[in-house]
Each structure stands twice: as structure tokens, then as C-alpha cells.
């Protein structure tokens, strides 16, 4: 069952704890199908690692954030959750839970990013890097440095 939280505004967050749980357990055909290991990195971000990358699902209070970075380039990684969502289309958003509540809005956003990166991006799950330079020359490029992920994080495991 996942925790909700209520902060000191009123508003709801769903428990740190259960968001994790809740990013493992929807990705987990993404992580069986593309053989990724599976890494916590805090109590609110998850590493999806292959051979040679890693995909971070950070989650926030009302969403979620989605980094990339090739075992190369670590520490440093791409914000790219915009990037992949603008090709995310009504087939990636079919179904989904109803209500506004952070619990729910997390949860589908997801859902919502699973299905995308399977449908739309596949190329990126299975480790092509060549879209790295389209989304360079997009408006959505960002790169950021992220100290606790680092190459040790290839030697995660399920």
C-alpha cells in the first residue's frame, strides 16, 4: 500500500519510500526486457543501469525528472525527461489513473514515461547514443553534475 503524506501546506506527496517502490515496479519490464540492473540512489531517485548508461528517475513533489549519461560521461547528465515527453503521444497516455492528488500525478507521469521510452525511444534502452546530438541542438539541452552517481553504479545489481 503507498504512503501519502500531507506537508505542511495541505498538500499531499507521496511517500518518498513508496515512490521508489512505485518507479521499480513500473519500469520493471523495461528493466527485464533491456537487462538493466536496478540501483537506489536516494529515497526518491532510481537508477536504471545497462552495460554502458544509466537512466535516474528523481522523483519530486508533483512529477518526475529523467536524467541520462553514458558510462563515459559520468558524473555528468543529461536532463532529458522534456526532451523524451515531447514525443510521447495519446497511445503513451491511454489508461491512465484518475485524479489530481501527487500520488496519482506521479504515478502517471510514470507510466506515462515507461511506455514513451519503450514506443518512442527504444533506441536510447538499448543504447544507442546517437540521439544525444539532436538533443543538443534542442531547446531542452541541460547537462548537469551529479557526484553520487559514478561509475561504481556499474557494478549494481538487482
Known sequence: ??????????????HKECAVETTIDIF?????TYNLKTKIISENEVAFVSSNYVLVIFIEHFGISISYSTKEELPDMYYCDDFFAEAYDDEDRKGLEAGEDA??????????????LVSKWENVLK???????DFKKSMWYSKHSQPQVDSSIFKASN
Open 103 to 116: 500520488k496519482t500525478r506521479i504515478r502517471n507521469e510514470l507510466i506515462v514515461a515507461s511506455r514513451g
Open 127 to 133: 543504447g544507442d547514443t546517437t540521439w544525444i546530438e
Open 28 to 32: 520493471e519490464d523495461i528493466v527485464e
Open 1 to 14: 500500500m503507498q504512503k501519502v503524506i500531507q506537508g505542511s501546506t495541505g498538500r499531499e506527496y507521496m
